[in-house]
């Protein structure tokens, strides 16, 4: 079952906050984080495993709630180059090594 | 280090005519192998994937088929395109915690 993302699509203006959902109906072995530029692949961002668990890099960061159901993704004072789609993938542990994404959440940041 | 191969970049096929896209990977063994398809402006469609040689599950009955005839290459064909076939494809593989894609090939069906 395909992991359900929201927004659609976001704008903001350079500096400004977001925060991206992707939820499951079940408990998950993983959810990993992508960005699409246009016209081009996904690029890996990170990957979220434990229960409780956060991650970031620079100013992006993940979480990943208790219950393994819900991860949030935090664009933290967003810059330029943050625009992009952003894709949420999930591994179900009933699937073993099935990697499905969320629909994807378009991100714009304007200056 | 560890890549992926995926050619060709582009491709224009006539509706009817067979398909063959090639995903090669580098400097590992025994990775999960996905096939993904996305429409402009769309989503990340799951058609196969692959946990080892020989092993393919499929995710969409349509007429596509996948295999993997080496540990490292997967191949996705048709026999006869249509135009709803046009799209980006794109190859991944998973090793532990981490997933790459390739560049994609985007297919023009006319």
């Known amino acids: 079952q395909q992991p359900v993302q929201s927004p659609q699509a976001v704008i903001l203006r350079e500096g400004e906050d977001a925060v991206i959902n992707c939820s499951s109906s079940?408990?998950?072995?993983?959810v990993h984080w992508y960005r699409q530029k246009h016209g081009e692949a996904p690029v890996f961002l990170m990957i979220l495993l434990k229960g409780g668990e956060q991650k970031g890099h620079e100013k992006i960061s993940a979480s990943f709630n208790e219950k393994k159901q819900q991860s949030s993704l935090y664009l933290t004072a967003s810059q330029l180059s943050y625009s992009g789609t952003y894709f949420c993938g999930t591994e179900d542990p009933d699937s073993w090594g099935k990697l499905q994404f969320g629909a994807g959440t378009q991100v714009v940041v304007t200056p | 280090s560890q890549t992926i191969h995926q050619w060709p970049a582009t491709l224009v096929q006539p509706v009817g005519s067979p398909l063959s896209l090639e995903c090669t990977v580098e400097?590992?063994?025994?990775?999960?192998l996905y096939w993904y398809r996305q429409a402009a402006g769309r989503g990340l469609q799951l058609l196969f994937y692959s946990v080892g040689i020989g092993q393919i599950s499929s995710e969409v009955p349509q007429n596509l088929s996948a295999s993997r005839p080496q540990d490292r290459q997967f191949i996705l064909s048709s026999k006869k395109l249509l135009l709803s076939d046009s799209g980006f494809y794109l190859c991944?593989?998973?090793?532990?915690?981490?997933?790459?894609f390739g560049q994609g090939t985007r297919l023009t069906v006319v």
């Open positions: 400097g590992t063994s025994n990775p999960n």
């Open positions: 079940k408990a998950l072995y993983s």
């Open positions: 991944a593989w998973l090793l532990n915690t981490e997933a790459f």
